[in-house]
Nanobody, 119 residues
Framework: QVQLMESGGGLVQDGGSLRLSCAAS????????MGWYRQAPGNQRELVAT????????NYADSVKGRFTISRDNNAMTVYLQMNSLKPEDTDIYYC????????????WGQGTQVTVSS
């Protein structure tokens, strides 16, 4: 079992910045990829960014490339999402994800943190 605790959401003006954090606990040795996803009510959850176990491979949604940066501290078992140049369309609930494949493929999710960008 893996537990994920997110923090850092809030209200920010158009063009502002926020940093999200997600601390993992439990069977952290089983985690491979970590990432951030977002979802608005009534919509499907969509990928924002992912980062590999060693932090050397990252993947971003086209809509956030150049504005968001994902990073990972394996000593603290925490993943971060630095969000700059925020836009009103970035308003969503952001969810942390931990993915692994041992002993069986799994996905764990955090409880979500609200990000609101005002115009």
């Amino acid at each position: 079992q893996v537990q994920l605790m997110e923090s850092g959401g809030g209200l920010v003006q158009d063009g502002g910045s926020l940093r999200l954090s997600c601390a993992a606990s439990g069977d952290i040795f089983t985690i491979d990829t970590m990432g951030w996803y977002r979802q608005a009510p009534g919509n499907q959850r969509e990928l924002v960014a992912t980062i590999s176990r060693g932090g050397d491979t990252t993947n971003y949604a086209d809509s956030v490339k150049g504005r968001f940066t994902i990073s990972r501290d394996n000593n603290a078992m925490t993943v971060y999402l630095q969000m700059n140049s925020l836009k009103p369309e970035d308003t969503d609930i952001y969810y942390c994800n931990a993915h692994g494949s041992w002993p069986n493929e799994f996905d764990y999710w955090g409880q979500g943190t609200q990000v609101t960008v005002s115009s």
